[in-house]
Antibody
Framework: EVQLVESGGGLVQPGGSLRLSCTASGLTFNDYGMNWVRQAPGRGLQWLSYISSSSGAIYYADSVKGRFTISRDSAKNSLYLQMNSLRAEDTALYYC??????????????WGQGTMVTVSS | DIQMTQSPSTLSASVGDRVTITCRASQSISSWLAWYQQKPGKAPKVLIYKASTLESGVPSRFSGSGSGTEFTLTISSLQPDDFATYYCQQYNTFSVTFGGGTKVEIK
């Protein structure tokens, strides 16, 4: 079964850090660009970051640039998001999602189920 | 960033109705547009990509059209399983952006 499974979410205080993970199974993880997308409660979807298959190309949304870092480990079929200097407005459900192609922006053809991050004191 | 404007934000319809959702881009995105369906508590699911190509397994009552800055998603005959929120997404650049969503409700 093709699956992306996120983990690492939780409650964190403003200014704190959290590391999200996304593990792939049943799909060719290493041939595709991967992304993080979030959705605040009751709100729409917001793309956060992209990483190519080789990690040679990385992009961030302005809202998280300098605070979040995307990475991947091909040997573990895993994608990561290190989130620092967290703010209340970062509270959201965080999805990992696969682009349908590598080295090109594309539609997201596979999504995880999401992991919830709550930033609150 | 390219802004995507969806309309309407909410749509009330009955089973069997023909439904059309519009998405406008703030600049030309050629045909680099996808449509998603999201149900409560679930991840989005891609319906259409490259403006008009139906994703495998998606019912043929869904169709997409448009290019440049104006796009539409049409459901030819609304079914009970179609009540959900729909999003458009442009992928003309790596800074992909989504429309604000259209919630399709039961009339």
């Amino acid at each position: 079964e093709v699956q992306l499974v996120e983990s690492g979410g939780g409650l964190v205080q403003p200014g704190g850090s959290l590391r999200l993970s996304c593990t792939a199974s049943g799909l060719t993880f290493n041939d595709y660009g991967m992304n993080w997308v979030r959705q605040a409660p009751g709100r729409g979807l917001q793309w956060l970051s992209y990483i190519s298959s080789s990690s040679g190309a990385i992009y961030y949304a302005d809202s998280v640039k300098g605070r979040f870092t995307i990475s991947r480990d091909s040997a573990k079929n895993s994608l990561y998001l290190q989130m620092n200097s967290l703010r209340a407005e970062d509270t959201a459900l965080y999805y990992c999602a696969r682009f349908g192609r590598d080295y090109s922006p594309d539609a997201f053809d596979i999504w995880g189920q999401g992991t919830m991050v709550t930033v609150s004191s | 960033d390219i802004q995507m404007t969806q309309s309407p934000s909410t749509l009330s319809a009955s089973v069997g109705d023909r439904v059309t959702i519009t998405c406008r881009a703030s600049q030309s995105i050629s045909s680099w547009l996808a449509w998603y369906q999201q149900k409560p508590g679930k991840a989005p699911k891609v319906l259409i990509y490259k403006a008009s190509t139906l994703e495998s397994g998606v019912p043929s009552r869904f169709s997409g059209s448009g290019s440049g800055t104006e796009f539409t998603l049409t459901i030819s005959s609304l079914q009970p399983d179609d009540f959900a929120t729909y999003y458009c997404q442009q992928y003309n650049t790596f800074s992909v952006t989504f429309g604000g969503g259209t919630k399709v409700e039961i009339k």
